[in-house]
């Protein structure tokens, strides 16, 4: 089997956008209608999957998808509480109905209704909603509501302590993903993805996070941004900020996937970070949608990218399925009751 940890509902039905457009014109316009839900048909939602996420599953020869809604749409940044709950609970809906359509091939992780400012004990009810009521296995977690000019507290600030106690009681990891930028000086994929990758990693060394919560766990997406091509420089501000070694500290409650659309990326990242902590996932249909012109391939058709690995087989095994197994335990139950 191999299960990609990453993907998102890039193509949603059009019905779902118009949503989201009447909320931000009612923004601008108290005075406009408010804004509903619109209708989508299990043939629209079918025709979106079928035509992209499932035709691509297909052909690239993977199995099982973690879903959750589109991150650079999740916009925390717009609005207020009520909107982003909103939002963020037509989304989740919206991922649950293509779950029960194919659910040989998708299962849900979950949005989050963030807002800058909000205290992040206001999401704990729509993340135990949709594993309790919706069966998903884990969230994404935003650790820049404000869209590009980080006004929270970090990762390891006890603000978001009540959070981090449902996740552990839920047994759901978080793969820690921003959403869109509103400033211009970082692009939303090119610069404040990776940067927010990045960052995160560094406030987990900063603090003593995994102290309070050993068995938390987090997947860092997009290859763990910079981490891994800087190694060096972390194990190095680990020792000298008088923390323990990384594989101690930090290693044992952090994940990175494998969404670097170049071999020499996929190369260096199972070379320098342990194969257990590495993920197979694509973000598919995501960031990088082209052809890549020295190969001929689509950049995002990272499973060709394990497959070149100079490592044994058990080692790929790890990576496409057994350590999302163990990151995700609620989705290794869904499996086993499935005799898979």
């Known amino acids: 089997m191999i299960i990609d940890c990453h993907g ?7 019905a779902h956008q118009r949503f989201r457009d009447a909320q931000i014109a009612a923004l601008k316009d ?12 299990d043939d629209e939602i079918r025709e979106t999957i079928e035509k992209n996420q499932l035709r691509l599953q297909r052909q690239r020869g993977s199995d099982l998808t973690l879903f959750s809604p589109r991150a650079s749409a999740m916009g925390h940044h717009i609005g207020n509480e009520a909107i982003s709950s909103a939002w963020t609970r037509a989304n989740n809906d919206l991922i649950k109905r293509v779950v029960d359509l194919y659910p040989e091939n998708f299962v849900g992780v979950c949005q989050l209704p963030q807002s ?9 009810g729509e993340l135990e909603r949709c594993v309790r009521e919706l069966n998903f296995v884990g969230c994404n977690l935003n650790p820049d509501p404000s869209g590009g000019h980080w006004t929270s507290p970090p990762l390891t600030d006890r603000h978001w ?9 839920l047994e759901v990891p978080a793969m820690v993903h921003v959403s869109a930028s509103c400033n ?36 860092i997406p997009h290859g763990g941004g910079a981490v891994p091509y800087h190694w060096g420089r972390y194990r190095g501000l680990a020792d000298m900020l008088k923390r323990p070694p990384l594989e101690e500290h930090v290693m044992r409650n952090v994940f990175f ?16 970070i342990p194969i257990d902590n590495v993920l197979f996932g694509s973000e598919m249909v995501g960031a990088v949608r082209g052809i890549d012109p020295l190969t001929g391939h689509h950049f995002d058709d990272t499973r060709r990218y394990i497959d070149a ?6 080692d790929k095994e790890r990576i496409f399925a057994r350590n999302a197994r163990r990151v995700f335990p609620r989705l290794n139950a869904q499996l086993e009751a499935r005799d898979l």
């Open 161 to 169: 302590y009540p959070f981090y106690e449902k996740m552990v009681e």
């Open 30 to 41: 108290p005075g406009a209608p408010p804004a509903t839900p619109g209708a989508i048909s």
């Open 257 to 272: 996937d494998t969404c670097v659309y170049h071999q020499p990326g996929i190369d260096l990242l199972v070379r320098v």
């Open 8 to 14: 998102h509902y890039t193509t949603a039905p059009a």
């Open 116 to 124: 800058p400012g909000v205290p992040i004990a206001h999401s704990v």
């Open 184 to 219: 211009p000086n970082f692009h939303a994929t090119g610069a404040h993805y990776i940067n927010a990758d990045t960052t995160a990693f560094m406030q987990f060394i900063e603090g003593d996070l995994f102290r309070d919560f050993p068995t938390l766990r987090f997947i």
């Open 309 to 314: 690995l100079s490592v044994p087989a058990a």
